[in-house]
């Protein structure tokens, strides 16, 4: 019996033991994160990462870091950065779980980070402006003429660069992003700037002057960033979050969604625009924003209709004779109670006004993007034939909600054996497919035009200074 005892008393104190130690085991990062009940990414804005419109906060990153929030079951908390280095040195200093936007894998990567699976390949680039002379190695750089913005080229590769042009100087900026030095040398206030490719493709319709000289480093793969750490069970999700979207066509579509209306990138076309954001947009933009205020419609979105219908003059006419700003019919115009086409302020608050409307009669069950691009597309060739058009989609396979389905089978409407079988008949099916692929391209260029970042900048004490060549 006293054995037995001894045996029992033995044993219970060994399970204590385990209890004791298992309560005293340091949960991973993960458990930590879904503790939480938040994700912190740390990002900076741009085009191809994070920015505000008429959905409010959207970019391809921004998508990617919500849906792994989702993924995770937390709430996504975003700390806006100036560029990558605060993005990578939020992350370090665990103000930060993970670091997105633009973060590029190198072949020797930063010692106190872990990076996932790559999802896009970019390339750093040297830009510069047509009007100036193009530049075809780092040696026909004079020093100092050379711009980059912190964490753009990574400290490794710039002494490299460094030691194979010693004559090389760097203006490094620790207070601007990449698209801003676009902009300067878009304006001709900088010669060059580094930049990646994948800004650059969304940004020249902003900055139509901007070129890429040549490339200054292999394409390489964009991919998050967390704090180095033996506990890898962050970096499995992000592993299997991202081969989840790859295999089921996700991030495909993601990509198509943001970079699509850039594919069609036309020089003339873009400086005009450009040109008359500068000199036209000023006087109708009190307009658009009273009626987008109105109407509950971004006033950026209504600005790029109005130049897609009118180039913003006030006077046009069409051949079929429509007219004005947003080039109404006599129709439209008495419908929503416009009285005179040719003045600006009743022309766009009719147009708003009108495509409130189509939004409205758009199913309930279709959300936004897609809602408005439908909207959009029958404002220009009317809401009978794209319910046609709808219909032609459904019919076919494809999903009649989503526009990127339906405006492969727009065009079908201009061939009879496809029309004869609609409500509506006969339409110029192509023509509102470019329609609203134009006015996609305008609103994205206003919206990089004229972002406000609505959210507070990580303010971090050990920043590079401006002018610092590489040593």
């Not at 937390?74 to 560029?83: K, P, Q, T």
């Not at 040195?89 to 779980?97: I, N, P, R, Y």
């Not at 897609?370 to 909207?375: E, M, N, P, Q, V």
Request: hydrophobic share 35%; aromatic share 10%.
């Amino acid at each position: 019996m006293l054995r037995l005892f001894h045996l029992q008393s033995f044993s219970a104190f060994c399970i204590f033991c385990l209890l004791v130690s298992g309560c005293s085991e340091k949960p991973t990062s993960l458990e930590e994160i879904k503790k939480r009940g938040e994700i912190r990414f740390a990002v900076r804005t741009g085009p191809a990462s994070y920015y505000v419109d008429k959905d409010g906060e959207n970019g391809l990153e921004f998508e990617l870091a919500t849906q792994f929030a989702g993924y995770l079951g937390v709430n996504l908390s975003l700390i806006i950065a100036n560029n990558d280095a605060e993005t990578k040195q939020l992350v370090k200093s665990d103000e930060a779980d993970v670091a997105v936007g633009s973060i590029a894998q190198v072949k020797q990567p930063d010692s106190l980070l872990l990076y996932g699976p790559g999802y896009q390949w970019v390339t750093r680039q040297i830009i510069y402006r047509t009007s100036y002379w193009r530049p075809s190695s780092l040696a026909d750089i004079h020093p100092d003429e050379l711009h980059t913005v912190a964490g753009t080229v990574p400290p490794l590769v710039l002494n490299k660069l460094k030691k194979e042009v010693p004559s090389l100087a760097w203006n490094i900026h620790d207070d601007k992003e990449n698209l801003d030095l676009l902009a300067l040398v878009e304006n001709g206030e900088i010669l060059y700037a580094v930049a990646y490719s994948n800004d650059v493709i969304l940004a020249r319709e902003s900055y139509p002057e901007i070129r890429p000289a040549f490339n200054l480093t292999e394409p390489e793969p964009l991919s998050w960033a967390i704090r180095y750490s033996e506990d890898r069970s962050l970096l499995n999700e992000i592993e299997k979050f991202h081969q989840n979207i790859a295999d089921s066509g996700q991030l495909a579509d993601l990509i198509e969604r943001f970079y699509g209306p850039s594919g069609f990138f036309d020089y003339v076309d873009s400086r005009k625009f450009v040109d008359k954001y500068r000199k036209s947009l000023p006087a109708l933009k009190a307009y658009f924003k009273r009626s987008a205020y109105e109407y509950s419609i971004d006033w950026r979105l209504l600005a790029a209709l109005s130049y897609q219908e009118s180039h913003w003059n006030k006077n046009a006419r069409s051949h079929t004779g429509v007219r004005g700003l947003m080039m109404l019919t006599r129709t439209t115009a008495k419908q929503v109670g416009v009285k005179d086409r040719l003045d600006p302020k009743q022309s766009i608050e009719g147009g708003a006004k009108y495509l409130k409307s189509l939004i409205d009669r758009v199913p309930k069950r279709i959300t936004e993007p897609d809602r408005t691009w439908l909207a959009l597309a029958a404002y220009n060739v009317g809401f009978g034939h794209l319910e046609d058009a709808r219909i032609l989609t459904e019919r076919d396979g494809g999903n009649p909600d989503l526009w990127e389905d339906v405006k492969q089978r727009l065009p079908l409407l201009s061939k009879s054996k496809w029309y004869k079988q609609t409500k509506h008949g006969y339409a110029r099916g192509n023509e509102p497919v470019k329609f609203v692929r134009k006015i996609r391209k305008y609103y994205n260029v206003l919206v990089n035009l004229t972002q406000e970042n609505t959210r507070p900048r990580a303010q971090l004490a050990d920043s590079v200074s401006i002018n610092s060549p590489v040593l």
